[in-house]
């Protein structure tokens, strides 16, 4: 068995086999890794002990006289809910394994056994059991006091896409998120599985673009063991582990056509095969996919399946750069001030007009990231209570500098009219982020003789 010992409090395990060499190795090796454990040679004593004191963990020889290993995983589910149960078979009778999977077991493994292999699967078992314990404190306390963080932004386009989000989040559809690098397409994903019933499941995220083809086939399926040289022991796919939640494919778009016919597949059953493996999973989740790629393109161009396309493009949410939603940056830069000063232990910052001002003048190719890494600094390089220009990396301060020098009522004129186009004319924010009250503004407005441009 592995030499590593489970944390205190220890795991308390239940093993039941008619078979008393099974029951004797299998006792004498989890207690020397650090177990409570209790024995018994048939369902009816593992019953009684079963209702006599709690345990975390029970493993199942499925093969026995009288009530058989799956009757008593049955009868042990309903007396005791959250139990985690392995079962243990022979190689002829994996079919009898499938069964107790699909009737919740955790798993199950194979005789005879390989016992740095059962010493790993118990322990993953345990820390599956200690994780989902912590997520259901973590439920409750969630659903009484905390919502789902919503997305930074006033625009209309930001309203728009919180709009799509409310929409598609209560259904189960997938959801196809696209927008430039750094636009925010994770958070948004994590918004919709916020908001959905999916909410307390796993959120799983795949960044596809990161991983090189084979390796993001064993992420994504899973492997058995002896899959490939490497693989020691079985290895569960993000979709098995998704069971309940969302995957996140980031970066759909670089998936090699290999995976694309693997991943259609999947996504049309509902089921996952291992590699290496032969028994088909069902797992129940939710994908929501992102790309800054033009996948019509692509499947123009033969790059990427339209059947592949087509089931993953069920309902769509485009995210508009940032320069298109300039309103949005002084709500932006507030929140990632916030952010920053509390994780750098600052005291609080805020920006002075001339920093507004150029953070309002760039045209931010890399979107709400490079909003975020310019914040950043600012904060690690700005003296409290007040950052400026001279604080903001260097690109942003000199990139779109105007040219020639401007009088400071030109430099107010431009200020407002760029607040006001970039709020959408929303009177009350405008006069928010320039710091007046309505009433200033509406006579500025009419001092320089501004009008709101009607949209298509």
């Avoid at 709500?331 to 001339?354: G, I």
Wanted: with cysteine.
């Amino acid at each position: 068995m592995s030499p590593d010992t489970p944390k205190s409090p220890p795991a308390s395990i239940l093993v039941v086999d008619d078979e008393p060499i099974v029951l004797q190795s299998l006792g004498d090796w989890f207690r020397q890794d650090g177990y409570l454990v209790d024995t018994a040679a048939n369902a009816k004593e593992a019953l009684r002990i079963a209702a006599e004191r709690p345990h975390d963990i029970a493993l199942l020889d499925i093969k026995m006289p009288g009530i058989d290993g799956l009757e008593l995983q049955e009868r042990l589910v309903k007396e005791v809910p959250d139990l985690t149960i392995i079962v243990m078979t022979a190689y002829a009778s994996i079919e009898s394994a499938v069964r107790a999977l699909k009737a919740g077991a955790y798993d199950y493994i194979t005789k005879p056994f390989d016992p740095d292999e059962l010493s790993h699967l118990v322990r993953r078992a345990a820390e599956h059991r200690s994780l989902r314990s912590e997520n259901e404190r973590l439920k409750e306390q969630l659903a009484s006091v905390a919502g789902p963080s919503p997305l930074v932004g006033v625009s209309a386009a930001m309203r728009h896409v919180q709009d799509l989000i409310d929409a598609v989040a209560v259904s189960d559809a997938t959801v196809l998120v696209r927008g430039e690098s750094g636009t925010g397409k994770e958070l948004v994903a994590r918004a919709v599985h916020a908001r959905s019933p999916r909410r307390f499941g796993p959120l799983v995220v795949v960044n596809c673009g990161a991983l090189p083809e084979g390796v993001l086939e064993s992420e994504l399926f899973g492997h058995e063991k002896g899959a490939f040289t490497g693989a020691q022991f079985r290895h569960k796919g993000k979709f098995e582990l998704a069971d309940g939640g969302t995957v996140f494919l980031d970066e759909i778009g670089t998936v090699t056509p290999r995976v694309q016919v693997e991943l259609l597949r999947v996504l049309e059953e509902k089921k996952v095969t291992r590699l290496g493996g032969t028994v088909p999973i069902r797992t129940d989740f939710r994908v929501v996919a992102a790309t800054n790629m033009d996948l019509e393109a692509a499947v123009r161009e033969g790059r990427f399946r339209d059947d592949l396309y087509w089931r993953l493009n069920v309902f769509t949410i485009d995210l508009p750069p940032l320069r298109d939603r300039a309103g949005d940056i002084p709500a932006l830069a507030e929140h990632f001030l916030q952010r920053f000063t509390l994780a750098m232990n600052r005291p609080p910052m805020k920006l002075s007009p001339a920093a507004l001002d150029t953070l309002l003048s760039h045209s931010w190719p890399g979107n709400v990231r490079e909003l975020q890494n310019a914040i950043e600094r600012a904060v690690v390089m700005g003296k409290p209570p007040t950052i400026e220009v001279a604080d903001l990396p260097l690109r942003i301060g000199e990139a779109e500098s105007r040219p020639g020098p401007m009088s400071l009522e030109e430099l107010e004129r431009a200020h407002i009219r760029r607040v006001l186009d970039g709020s959408d004319w929303n009177i009350s924010q405008a006069a928010k982020v320039l710091g007046i009250d309505r009433g200033t503004l509406y006579a500025k407005i009419r001092r320089y003789g501004f009008e709101r441009v009607p949209t298509a």
